[in-house]
């Protein structure tokens, strides 16, 4: 994984979470019960270079270990689905640009 990389693949994911939870509501509504998602990449730490660039595209500490990055789509609604197809999308993303990063999607209830 080149740190140069990292910029324009988070933004890219961003992107794609956006319209794949866009794709979600507008499809089944804003209907949903409330909850979070986001992202956490593994085996990274802030102190380094890919950290800090990963840092720099908004992702902060996960307290379990890792990165996390939170509403990766971006989006204002609060149906947890459609935060999830977000999250999940972001992560497909990422393995598909960088192979053998541990990236998953999370979520919860609110």
């Avoid at 270079?49 to 908004?58: D, E, L, M, Q, R």
Wanted: aromatic share 10%; proline share 3%.
């Amino acid at each position: 994984m080149q740190v140069e990389q990292i910029g324009p693949v988070v933004a890219m994911a961003k992107r794609v979470a956006s319209a794949a939870t866009a794709k979600f509501l507008a499809v089944h509504g804003d209907r949903d019960c409330c909850g979070f998602a986001w992202v956490t990449v593994y085996d990274v730490k802030l102190s380094t270079k890919v950290g800090k660039a990963f840092a720099a595209a908004g992702f902060s500490k996960a307290y379990g270990g890792g990165i996390q990055l939170w509403n990766p789509s971006g989006s204002n609604t609060q149906a947890l689905t459609a935060k999830e197809k977000g999250a999940e999308a972001f992560v497909e993303v990422l393995r598909a640009e960088f192979p053998g990063i541990k990236a998953y999607a999370g979520s919860r209830m609110d």
